[in-house]
């Protein structure tokens, strides 16, 4: 018999199996056990993550011998031939070869007929947002009033191209990443199952390159089985890998720490014969990284499974938070500038000198001069210097509590300076020619006016008054007059309780 790939061997025959999406296996069982059963059922999320898989045991607990249920038998004739792809009454379509709608159309035309054997007649559409748009319309009837004998079992990774006419027919889930400790919990069964020996780290670093797929994880394990002869082992993942080990990592970020530049480029052409990509080393940098800024926040949720907890704490005293933040974020953001890089230990070495160079420096607040033998700092100095009201040139302080004979003092004083600097403008204009004599004059009348003002004012309103007195007198008695205002008055009140209609 031929060999077959850990990730078709150990693929999942029921939900027990299933590494994580508790979320998604918790709504299928109950829905299962309680037999409601939907017709339609869309699985969404990256590749990997287990969308064919459960459509496949879906379809399984839908037509296993033994009755519907969230357990299939997986020993019976429809479970074995459901497993090994010759069942049927399953139809198992690529949405990207058959993108016509006279696919769709051939589709919908055997619908109708009963199974050949089975309980439900089940089609299973992978990557189904590759089909077309009049494939989707030509589908939308059938989806929503399927016959009872038929369900339709829907995989996508990009949902946001479905049609929300379609989106809006299906019961939908969205299956997550799968978390580093899962896919190693999971790879550790498989390989014991195997009966491969293999190091615990070196399933971590399977799980982090694994970037939460499933597939690519025990992928990565098979080449990592024939790499290392039959026995995993940490380092020999790393160098198949590519990636810099923890401790080169750490030596780094030593390095930066101390501002010792000398010692980060030297680390830097060490890694050049080392890793196949600087991109995987700058992401375990920045895995490195986050974990100092959770060391600096919260030591105690420190992963430990790596065993170097006592490191990465003793690196985050190192560090100040805002250094920690600051090369995250440079760093997160050089990744594009290091995938258009011709050289890419070249853009590397320029992310790190970029963090050093733009690394915050602690700032003092400056001293202010001693005040009465004391050293008094900026925001003290601030609060017990007197508030000033700037006019102008000239500064006046605040006003001081003073007594009744202070405050009248000043007051005079302030009118005697006033009436001399007045006294001195005059002269001076005096000197100057008649244009400023003129001047002088205007501003006289200036000064004058605002009484002449008051008085025009009050005369014109006098006036005023005394005409209208003798208008009214005038025309108070004018029979003329008082026949006017009798008959205009007259005809407001008759408009007024006249209706509308009669006017």
Known sequence: MSYQVLARKWRPRNFSEVAGQEHVLKTLIHALDQQRLHHAYLFTGTRGTGKTTLARILARCFNCEQGISSRPCNA???????????????????????????????????????????????????????????????????????????????????????????????LQFHLKNLRPKAIVKYLGAVLEQEQVECEADALWQLAAAAAGSMRDALTLTDQAIA???????NSAVIEMLGIPPRQQVFALLRAMAAADLPKVLEISEKLAGQVADYAQTLDNLLTTLHRLAIAQVLPDAVETHLGDRAEIIELARAFSAEDVQLYY????????????????????????????AFAPEP?????????????????????????????????????????????????????????????????????????ARQE????????????????????AGELAGEARSSLIAEYENDPNVQAMLKHFSGKLIRESVTPMAQR
């Open 76 to 170: 019976c004739s429809a479970c074995s031939e459901i497993g090994e792809g010759r069942f049927l009454d399953l139809h198992e379509i690529d949405a990207a070869s058959r993108t016509k709608v006279e696919d769709t159309r051939e589709l919908l035309e055997n619908v109708q007929f009963a199974p050949a054997r089975a309980r439900f007649k089940v089609y299973l559409i992978d990557e189904v947002h590759m089909l077309s748009t009049h494939s989707f319309n030509a589908l939308l009837k059938t989806l929503e009033e399927p016959p009872e004998h038929v369900k339709f079992l829907f995989a996508t990774t990009d949902p946001q191209k479905l049609p929300v006419t379609i989106l809006s027919r299906c």
């Open 227 to 233: 790499y290392c002869e039959g026995k995993i082992s």
């Open 329 to 356: 974020q440079i760093g997160n953001k050089g990744r594009e500038e290091l995938a258009l890089s011709a050289d890419a230990r070249e853009a590397f070495e320029m992310l790190l000198l970029r963090m050093l």
């Open 363 to 435: 700032v003092t607040p400056a001293a202010v001069p001693p005040v009465g033998g004391k050293t008094k700092t900026p925001d003290a100095a601030a609060s017990q210097a007197p508030a000033t009201a700037l006019s102008g040139s000239d500064v006046e302080a605040a006003p001081e509590p003073a007594s009744a004979p202070v405050a009248e003092a000043k007051h005079e004083a302030r009118q005697e300076a006033e009436q001399e600097a007045r006294q001195v403008r005059q002269e001076v204009r005096h000197e100057a020619g008649p244009e």
């Open 440 to 459: 002088t004059r205007h501003e006289a009348k200036r000064e004058a006016a605002p009484e002449a003002s008051d008085e025009a004012e009050h005369d």
